[in-house]
């Protein structure tokens, strides 16, 4: 990710499952430093026609989140890392993310591993992956 210097008017998007707890609940609990303007959550069951982008790129969200950012989709552990970059460091949550995934190698070693768990989670509740 390049250093570029944000305005408060862009927009961070980030695509996540609604019906997995652990995404829900990363979105919910994750702090963006005030420099990254307007943060939209949406949710990729859903119809939102950003989700056409992300199926342009030919994405599987069942594989990983997405963020859309400075025009650039990022996805999977690559998301992640440019999450905790723009993180705050407000709070255990926040400052252990970034530790995490502000590191590319580790991010990419831990989340196959966040990807399996949220698929063993989605089977345990009855939920079906996006794509299903």
Not at 25 to 43: A, K
Request: aromatic share 8%; charged share 25%; hydrophobic share 40%.
């Amino acid at each position: 990710m390049s250093a570029e210097t944000t305005t408060q008017t862009e927009v961070l998007t980030v695509i996540y499952d609604g019906e997995c707890p652990f995404c829900s609940n990363y979105v919910r609990l994750y702090r963006l430093r005030q420099l990254v303007g307007q943060v939209r959550l949406v949710d990729a069951r859903g119809d939102d026609p950003v989700l056409h982008v992300v199926h342009d790129a030919r994405l599987n969200l069942d594989e990983g989140m997405a963020v859309l950012w400075q025009g650039r989709l990022y996805h999977g552990a690559e998301a992640l890392h440019v999450l905790a970059l723009l993180g705050s460091e407000t709070g255990l949550f926040n400052r252990v993310n970034r530790w995490l995934f502000s590191r590319p190698r580790l991010g990419r070693r831990l989340y196959p591993w966040m990807v399996a768990g949220r698929r063993l989670t989605l089977r345990l509740l009855g939920r079906k992956l996006i794509a299903e």
